[in-house]
T-cell receptor
């Protein structure tokens, strides 16, 4: 049981390049989330999904797109990377019932030059 | 006013000391509360949930004060290994998704 995994762990992009971050969970969780974490800003929600085939905007969705084609995977896309998107990206998941606690992946450290 | 606020610290304490952090929240409809621990360059990990009656897990005690809208975390007999950033998280319904809003974290440094 790997929990929540993220790939890649590190990436450097040039401005204007695109990339996709992959989040996978093997806990059969319905809810999945993408956050970014910046110094002094805390964790900010980018997009989330309440189930396969559904996505919704969070607090800071601009410049990002997501897809949830399979229950276990949640993809975060950057179509045209900007230096302002330099951050650490965390994925999280949780089951639909019971406690609302979320379980986090190890993060992706992205630098846009 | 931010939805969830924490004193960023750092709190520098000697080993064996007792230290307490508070976290205030603005939404009176908030229902679930958590403390997470985050080590440097690592992901947040759930430390404990915060129940209305308060709860304790070893050296850690969490409490909720709904009237004043804050949660607290007390760490007794601090260890060097407790050095980390402690994030509070508050769940609110509405808009679907039952999202968690996180504070920016309080940094704790336990010293010899």
């Amino acid at each position: 049981n790997a929990g929540v995994t993220q790939t890649p762990k590190f990436r450097v992009l040039k401005t204007g390049q695109s990339m996709t971050l992959l989040c996978a969970q093997d806990m059969n969780h319905e809810y999945m989330y993408w956050y970014r974490q910046d110094p002094g800003m805390g964790l900010r929600l980018i997009h989330y999904s309440v189930g396969e085939g559904t996505t919704a905007k969070g607090e800071v969705p601009d410049g990002y797109n997501v897809s949830r084609l399979k229950k276990q995977n949640f993809l975060l896309g950057l179509e045209s990377a900007a230096p302002s998107q330099t951050s650490v990206y965390f994925c999280a998941s949780r089951p639909p019932r019971g406690s609302y606690e979320q379980y986090f992946g190890p993060g992706t450290r992205l630098t846009v030059t | 006013r931010k939805e969830v606020e924490q004193d960023p610290g750092p709190f520098n304490v000697p080993e064996g000391a007792t230290v307490a952090f508070n976290c205030t929240y603005s939404n009176s409809a908030s229902q679930s509360f958590f403390w997470y621990r985050q080590d440097c360059r690592k992901e947040p990990k759930l430390l404990m949930s915060v129940y209305s009656s308060g709860n304790e897990d070893g050296r850690f005690t969490a409490q909720l004060n709904r009237a004043s809208q804050y949660i607290s975390l007390l760490i007794r007999d601090s260890k060097l290994s407790d050095s980390a950033t402690y994030l509070c998280a508050v769940n609110s319904r509405g808009g679907g998704g039952n999202k968690l809003t996180f504070g920016t974290g309080t940094q704790l440094k336990v010293e010899l």
